[in-house]
T-cell receptor
Framework: GQNIDQPTEMTATEGAIVQINCTYQTSGFNGLFWYQQHAGEAPTFLSY????GLEEKGRFSSFLSRSKGYSYLLLKELQMKDSASYLCAVSTDSWGKLQFGAGTQVVVTP | SQTIHQWPATLVQPVGSPLSLECTVEGTSNPNLYWYRQAAGRGLQLLFY??????ISSEVPQNLSASRPQDRQFILSSKKLLLSDSGFYLC???????????FGSGTQLSVL
């Protein structure tokens, strides 16, 4: 079966750095995505990794190790607006179907 | 530019009543379309996906059905709602040039 694990909740201070880990075991692999979701809203795309290594995009970076089934999302210079749920998702085939983890709620405190 | 519309935003329905949620995409042709459900405090679960008109694949057995009567229209239906059908329903699309999904604004369904 498919298994995507990420921590339930993380708390960090404004201006700090937070790293959200995601481990996965899936029947196929066609890329790993990170989405941000504010309460009651649709998920918005943050990053996509299909090859091993680090992808940097502004304050957000995402890392992938396919051999370890592991990814992380790094949020730097945290802002209050970064308080949200962060969803790790794996594409398991060429049809674009994404399998999602349960999400990590990040709480940014002043 | 491409946009996705989903309605209604919220819906309260009694158990046993029918359901119809609609999703349309603009600015693209022949998209892959998806219906996801998010139960409270849980991850997104893929319900249906479609790669073309009239082509529907179901990911989990359930009380729901989907249809794609037009290229950019995707409908989620039920003949009789159950309490367990409550949740946040999200429509999404993917174009051929990208791997990422774009989500609609969602429908919060409460079955009472």
């Amino acid at each position: 079966g498919q298994n995507i694990d990420q921590p339930t909740e993380m708390t960090a201070t404004e201006g700090a750095i937070v790293q959200i880990n995601c481990t996965y075991q899936t029947s196929g692999f066609n890329g790993l995505f990170w989405y941000q979701q504010h309460a009651g809203e649709a998920p918005t795309f943050l990053s996509y990794n299909v090859l091993d290594g680090l992808e940097e995009k502004g304050r957000f970076s995402s890392f992938l190790s396919r051999s370890k089934g592991y990814s992380y999302l790094l949020l730097k210079e945290l802002q209050m607006k970064d308080s949200a749920s962060y969803l790790c998702a794996v594409s398991t085939d060429s049809w674009g179907k994404l399998q999602f983890g349960a999400g990590t709620q990040v709480v940014v405190t002043p | 530019s491409q946009t996705i519309h989903q309605w209604p935003a919220t819906l309260v329905q009694p158990v046993g009543s029918p359901l119809s949620l609609e999703c349309t995409v603009e600015g693209t042709s022949n998209p892959n379309l998806y219906w996801y459900r998010q139960a409270a405090g849980r991850g997104l679960q893929l319900l249906f996906y479609s790669v073309g008109i009239g082509q529907i694949s179901s990911e989990v057995p359930q009380n729901l059905s989907a249809s794609r009567p037009q290229d950019r229209q995707f409908i989620l239906s039920s003949k009789k709602l159950l309490l367990s059908d409550s949740g946040f329903y999200l429509c999404a699309w993917k174009g051929g040039a990208t791997e990422k999904l774009f989500f609609g604004s969602g429908t919060q369904l409460s079955v009472l």
